[in-house]
């Protein structure tokens, strides 16, 4: 059975960079994968999602430019780069195996796994 589980989070000065990863275990990283965030009080909000061969990506507009998404199938990882990062990124950040990469599943997810977060918090 897949699991996932994101790392790479921390507390970072605004305009600066990180990068999310998103390991895979339980099973080979034959899905489309999507990143997440949902800080308290808000709605779960979708970033951006790559297809399992790495053909297809999508962002949306909040991060387009800023964030980047990548895979390497054979390590087993989905990583987000984020750069240029604002006190309004502050979240936990999600990585989910998604049904297709599309803006419709960022919006609306369909997923029965989940990774378990890794807090992201943008402050000077």
């Known amino acids: 059975q897949l699991q996932l589980v994101e790392s790479g989070g921390g507390l970072v000065q605004p305009g600066r960079s990180l990068r999310l990863s998103c390991a895979a275990s339980g099973s080979t990283l034959a899905y489309d994968i999507g990143w997440f965030r949902q800080a308290p009080g808000k709605e779960r909000e979708g970033l951006s999602c790559?297809?399992?061969?790495?053909?297809?990506?999508r962002y949306v507009e909040s991060v387009k430019g800023r964030f980047a998404i990548s895979r390497d199938n054979a390590k087993n990882m989905v990583y987000l780069q984020m750069n240029n990062l604002k006190p309004e990124d502050s979240s936990v950040y999600y990585c989910?195996?998604?049904?297709?990469?599309?803006?419709?599943?960022?919006?609306?997810?369909?997923?029965?796994?989940w990774g378990q977060g890794t807090q992201v918090t943008v402050s000077s």
């Open positions: 989910a195996a998604l049904l297709q990469c599309s803006i419709a599943q960022l919006t609306s997810p369909v997923s029965d796994v």
């Open positions: 790559i297809s399992r061969g790495g053909s297809i990506i």
